[in-house]
């Protein structure tokens, strides 16, 4: 019984979040579209518990076409720098 026991435990689970929206070029259709950037974390969670993020994908979503691109390497590295920004100065504008 006992892995049965740790499985219902340990876990993991995956947050999906819309973190802003964009205009550019789809390399699929080659419309100049708004495209949605979409961060999903995968937790590390204990007794359904998220305790840390295990990994962060980002995505770009066409919104004419649904064409899906995953930002990798640098590219994701801008993008969340990019993503913290508009955060940023989003909670300065509401306090
Ligand atoms: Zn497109």
Redesign the pocket.
Known sequence: MMPLFFFLIWGSKTKPAVRGAFEYL??????K?V?AITSVKRYFTFFFIPIFAVSHKLFMN??????TLEFKDEAREKMLEKLDKIDEKKEKNEK
Do not use: E, L, P, S
Not at 26 to 31: F, R
Not at 62 to 67: E, I, K, L, V
């Open positions: 789809c390399k699929n259709c080659g419309h579209t495209h066409c919104n004419a076409c649904g064409y």
